[in-house]
């Protein structure tokens, strides 16, 4: 009769998708082909689930593990000897395609009841548990779960029904285990029992009350001054922070007084970087150019360096790269430059010829007289063979504003030249067109100058300019250093990686 087996321990193969079962027999429905176990293991691991039962259909192999004796009782609640749940009676852990674990049946000789050691200590117990079975109480309460809404049944009286199928009837869902050898440090990790878990949560604010940071960091900065290591900071502080352009390295300090002129400076100008440069009078200056061109800066290779200077600033003041450029051909810019028979006139032309060189529409005027300086007469002639124009009468110039002004009429010793008519009337035209004005190496007092520029351009050391000068430049002429110490100037080059700098008033 089916109610004689009640009360034995079965193990209930359901095949690879559902695995293996163990559990004592608590009711055999032979209407409903079904039968019922309580207190179950699936594939080693204890179930929630106090009850389960199985339909035929399910079953592919079922061993009687052990039949109770007559004077044995046959109720539910002593399955100490069964509790260990080992998954290796009756079959054999086999590793699967998905790498979690299936179990494979093991090949017996006979189907006879095969005793189970009796094993009180689960924790001894040689169980290996995959991680997606790890029996915690949040990830079987999410199994149940799972199988409620899925498989449609609901919880009633500690058991399991289905509208659709037998009461306490259960579709048990696919499990693995690990894949090698069970071993004893997964029992240490995976075999605690889930009633062990505390209810309560950790006390993330209390605990980190008990920890005193300041003076934690107090102690480690007296343990670093005592013992003579370099102090990390503490919290307050806060960590220095460097452009993409400082040096982090640490070094001596800077010096922005590096130059030195023998008397006291009329006016000092600033570099970017703070570097004070003190103006120089004319004399001295005019000492400084003398005693160049006696250790070979001739006045060839100063009219030189001043108009590629010039240029170069001119170009920028242009528009540079964006509208000096192939593709702009139709955008070529026209600089008028104004100069007179002098030095200063010279340097003039040595920067017109390198603009015309760089494609810029130079108008050259300089007025007709029966001898010019040599240097005046070698500028025009490497002049005349680029595609500069070269004009004489105010007339000649362009009535409409050019894009640049290039003032070079002005010089320190021929003060006459003002008064000329031709002087006079190319200021009037440099006052009447809008375009802006730049100075080459402007004279000191201001009355001196017809033409207000809006920037000025100095060769080696600044003098003291005025207002009317507008923004000041510097520019390197090549002047060796031990020139400058040799009529007094203690100097120390300001220029850095550039050779045309802006100067700012202090």
Known sequence: MATDWLGSIVSINC???????????????????TISLTRPFHNGVKCLVPEVTFRAGDITELKILEIPGPGESRQCGDL?????????????????????????????????????????????????ISPQQQ??????????????????????????????????????????????????KDDECFGDDIDEIPDTDFDFE????????????????????????????TPSEKPARYRHDENILESEPIVYRRIVVPQNA???????????????SYELHKKLLSVAEKHGLTLERRLEMTGVCASQMALSLLGGPNRLNPKNVH???????????????????????????????????????????????????????????????????????????????????????RDQPWYKAVVDWANQNRAPVLSIDPPINEMEQGIDAKWSLALG?????????GRVYLCDIGIPQKVFQEVGINYHSPFGCKFVIPLHST
């Not at 009329?266 to 120089?280: A, I, M, R």
Request: glycine share 8%; net charge positive; aromatic share 4%.
């Open 135 to 184: 029996c915690s109480k949040s990830y079987m309460d999410r199994h149940v779960e799972t199988l409620t809404q899925s498989k449609g049944f609901r919880r009633r009286h500690n058991s399991w029904s289905s509208s659709s199928r037998h009461p306490n009837q259960v579709t048990p869902k696919k499990s693995g285990l690990k894949n090698g050898q069970m071993k004893s």
């Open 80 to 128: 100490q000897q069964t509790e260990t749940g080992i998954p290796g009676v009756g079959c054999q852990v086999g590793p699967s395609q998905n790498g979690t674990g299936k179990m494979l049946r093991k090949p017996t000789s006979s189907s006879a009841p095969q005793n189970i050691p009796r094993r009180t200590d689960v924790k001894n117990q040689d169980i290996v």
């Open 206 to 233: 209390g605990n980190l009350a008990l920890f005193d940071k300041a003076a934690v960091f107090e102690e480690i900065e007296t343990y670093e001054r005592r013992s003579g290591t370099r102090s990390r900071g």
């Open 15 to 33: 095949g690879e998708s559902l695995g293996v079962y163990q559990g004592r027999v608590s009711a055999v429905d032979q209407v409903s082909q």
């Open 461 to 469: 050391l600044p003098l003291p300019l005025g207002e009317r000068a």
């Open 331 to 417: 955008q070529r810019p026209t600089v008028a430059l104004l100069c007179g028979p002098h030095v200063k006139g010279a340097q003039g032309i040595s920067c017109g010829r390198h603009l015309s060189n760089h494609d810029v529409h130079v108008i050259l005027f300089l007025p007709n007289f029966v001898k010019m300086l040599e240097s005046i007469t070698n500028e025009l002639n490497l002049f005349s063979k680029t595609q500069g124009q070269q004009v004489s009468s105010v007339k000649d110039l362009p009535d409409t504003p050019v894009d640049l002004v290039i003032n070079c009429l002005d010089c320190h010793e021929n003060a006459f030249l």
């Open 266 to 280: 009329n006016k000092e100008f600033c570099t970017d970087s703070g570097l004070v440069v003190p103006s120089v």
